[in-house]
């Protein structure tokens, strides 16, 4: 990649070359980028003491789902642009939630410790059960005191480019158009000593 190769294509020749499988490409896809991007994203990255009495806006899912990873003991992997990424895909049924909706209390209770002065949690409305966790979060920010609002949109990524703001995720997309950005399943793993799997 830092020679210019286009990202899948270095993935597959490396990938090809050593034989590896689909599951350690698609590791490598999340984790390897440029030094360029790798830096220019670093710089972007805020910690939590950062965010007191600013506007966050919440990748819901892109950050829950890592989040869970870490919390259940899957694989999550420290990239090389800093940022936390796993290589799970979400279930979509009542179980899901409710382990979705525990992994929240932990990046809720983060964020109310931060103080903000208001968070939007966006959620892809073309995900099944969208609707009812997006009511489940208003109720747990409002226990915690915590402003803002849950509401499920159809452009996610459009929404988060264009607020303008502070934006928690780990899309990579996302990261390289926002000003600010923060890792919130990072905080989690640094919190609780956990050491992420390097690549």
Known sequence: MDRGYPSDSAVRYVSDHHRLSEEQRFVLRRAIV???????????????HNLSGRVVFVDGYNTIITTQSLLAGYPVYLCDDGFLRDTRGFFRND?????????????????????????????????????????????????????????????????????????????????DVASSVIDLPGEIARGRCIRPLLV
């Not at 360029?36 to 805020?46: E, G, N, V, W």
């Not at 992994?103 to 949690?121: H, K, M, Q, T, Y």
């Not at 959620?123 to 966790?133: A, M, P, R, W, Y």
């Open 34 to 48: 440029s030094a360029d991007t790798a830096l220019r994203r670093m710089t972007k990255a805020l910690r939590l």
């Open 95 to 175: 179980k899901a939630l409710q382990v979705t909706v525990s992994a929240f209390c932990e990046i809720l209770d983060l964020l109310a410790d931060a103080r903000p002065s208001r968070v939007e949690v966006l959620l892809d409305q073309q995900i099944s059960c969208s609707g009812e966790l997006a009511r489940e979060v208003r109720g747990l920010m409002a226990k915690r005191d915590l402003p803002g609002d849950a509401r499920c949109v159809r452009d996610v990524d459009h929404q988060l480019k264009a607020s303008g703001t502070i934006i928690a995720t780990s899309d990579g997309n996302v990261i």
